[in-house]
């Protein structure tokens, strides 16, 4: 009763803890899931208010530009920009009182420059700036053109204070060829300009801020609490996309950051909400999923209570039938169930084989045993062995196949009439049959010495198997030794039986001596003799010398014992099978199970077929292996191209070596995989490159582009790009901006 109440409890606990794994598992993949939502919905909200951020930065940059074209359209500021006279006029007076006036409503704006074409002929200053920075904004606006208005520039005051400013200008140049007539400029100053970007509300902790390039805060919403770290912003600086977001962790609490870039401006626009607060509609859920969790919990007890007691009811039943079969009333009493079930089968299972070993063998043993012991069945004859003084010896027979051209009905009888004729008159032969394929004989002198000098009585059982070849019977003999005792009969069977197994491993032997067994080698097969087989299978262009390979194996294998040969061929079976998987049942994949195999085969030509199906099967094996990875490879190296084209270094031969590969080969899978060759796709990625640096930077040269994409050589560049897109860069760049124009 304990046992039964313990197996039961095993089916409940091990269905209980299973429900609740699942219900585990569902929970967690629910609650992160969740928060993954939440977290996006908390990005999309922060992202929206960075582009509206955006929109409103690029309308007050848009009015600032307004300022600057009115101004340079004034007649009379253009007049004081060509000839630089100051001389006080009306107009004069209120053009410059626009641009004063403009500095007052503006609060962001600080100064205002007219530039002539040789120096700055007029100037309003709220944040007077040092000469040196006067005389770099006249020469950075004098050589720019309109489109690369407004620019970020750092400056120094009066003071030496640094400062970023954001300088709007505007001039005739739209194009690097252009005449300078004078130029507009007006100075946004960054920390003025974010009050009005900015609102914070109260209670809000969300944090935002504007980054340049360099990674430098240049506007900011109110920040509480400690600074930006710069690792964090130098990280969204380096990102390759123009959105994001990531999950910040310092030393203190972590932090949702979310950014947008703004290509136009080249600007990060960012925000910085806390970790905690972008989870806190999912972590307020938590405690109803932990209750959720609890009742599911129960239900699932309840559930596999019920269950066990179902499935139990057979089970024991099955319990009871097994100790019933196995006769052993205690062994549920000691052991734990399933491992003592397990056990009386096995030893069931062992003790059926046992007796359908017993009821194959009991009848040859009978008639092995008679001369001793007697016979008690009417249907074995006595075996008459002559007098002690009297040699015989055994003789196993194992009929192979027999050709239907043969035209015997019972070929195995007709053997034994043979046999019986060869030996007449020198001993009497008694032959006993237990199955239809296999014979054992007696052959016992018919007085002392009829067998003559062991030389003869060995040739006439050569000349009788060699005799077979012709006649459609393939058969073997297995030849005892010569013994005068009949207690030893049962040993020389053995002797005879155990010669069968020589045979397979000699092609033109059909007949195998017990005494030539006796001093073959013992040790091992040593792995050398199985290693060009395994070559053979390995390297697919020497296949063809898989036969010649198994055929000296099988040589080498004959001067061995047949117990090393045959294991040594079940290691070669194995090593083969567990490359080309030759079988899905597992029974038939272990050592052991290769090893009785080959036990179970008679002859030398179906051993030999055996083991190169296997080779062959091995090799077709590798070869689609090689196949998959050959791809692979072509993949992985077109890859590394695509990632590091714009590195100069790159080179066929410096990837071969990284793939360890030769240039030759790895030039054929690259033109197989993408169908082109390795230069032409190499300079198609740069130029394709290269093409949209010229129409979205305007302000990098062409030796800068063809640095940044991979060329050492602008000449090259220019040249690979013309003859690729029939113009050159120059002049690629110059019709992209006359058409956006």
Known sequence: MGKKRKLYTRFFMSLTMISVCCILVLAVVIFYLYRNISIDNVNKANQNVLLNTETVYMNYKDIVQNYTMDFYANPNIHALMMNGDTSWSDQLYSALSQIRGALVVNQYL??????????????????????????????????????????????????????????????????????????????VNPGKLQNHLFTQKEGETTR?????????????SALSGSSMQDDMLKRIVASTSERGSFVYKSTGEPQLITY???????????????????????SSARNTIILLCLILMAAAAVTANLVSRRIYRPIGTLFGNIVHLSGNQEALKTGSDFDTASTELEMIGVKLEQLKKESDDSALMRWLLSPRSGSEHTDTPVINLGAPDRAFCVCALSIIETSPEAGMTDPGKE?????????SGMAAV?????????AVLILSEL?????GDYARYRSIWEQLASGLSGSGITCAFGISGISDDPGELRSRYHEASASLQYVKFHEMLNIIFADDTIHLNSSPVPDSALEPVLQAVRQQEQSHHIPQAVERLLAVACSYRAESAATALSRLAFELSRTAELSTDARHSGFVDFYQQILGIQSYGKLRSWMEEACYAAMERISSMSTVQTRSIAAEAVLYIKEHYADPGLSLNALAEKLSLSPAYLSRLIAEEVGSSFPDMINQLRLEEAQSLLTGNLNMDIREIAGQVGYNSSTYFTTQFKKRYGVTPSKWRMNHILQSK
């Open 110 to 187: 600080e100064n205002a420059y007219i530039f002539g074409t040789q120096e700055p002929v007029a100037m309003f200053e709220n944040m007077p700036l040092s000469p040196e920075s006067k005389e770099e904004l006249f020469q950075r606006v004098k050589e720019s053109r309109i489109v690369e208005s407004p620019f970020l520039w750092k400056a120094k005051l009066n003071n030496g204070t640094p400062v970023t400013l954001l300088t709007v200008f505007y001039n005739d140049r739209a194009f690097s060829t252009s005449e300078y007539y004078g130029t507009v400029a007006l100075t």
């Open 260 to 282: 947008v870039y703004s290509p136009k401006n080249n600007l990060w626009f960012m925000s910085e909400t806390s970790y905690k607060d972008s989870v806190r509609d999912i």
């Open 447 to 451: 007085s002392s010495g009829s067998f």
């Open 430 to 438: 008694q032959a006993f049959r237990p199955h239809q394929k296999s």
């Open 415 to 423: 053997l034994i009439a043979r046999i019986q004729q060869v030996f």
């Open 208 to 220: 935002y801020a504007v980054l340049d390039a360099d990674a430098n805060v240049l506007m900011h």
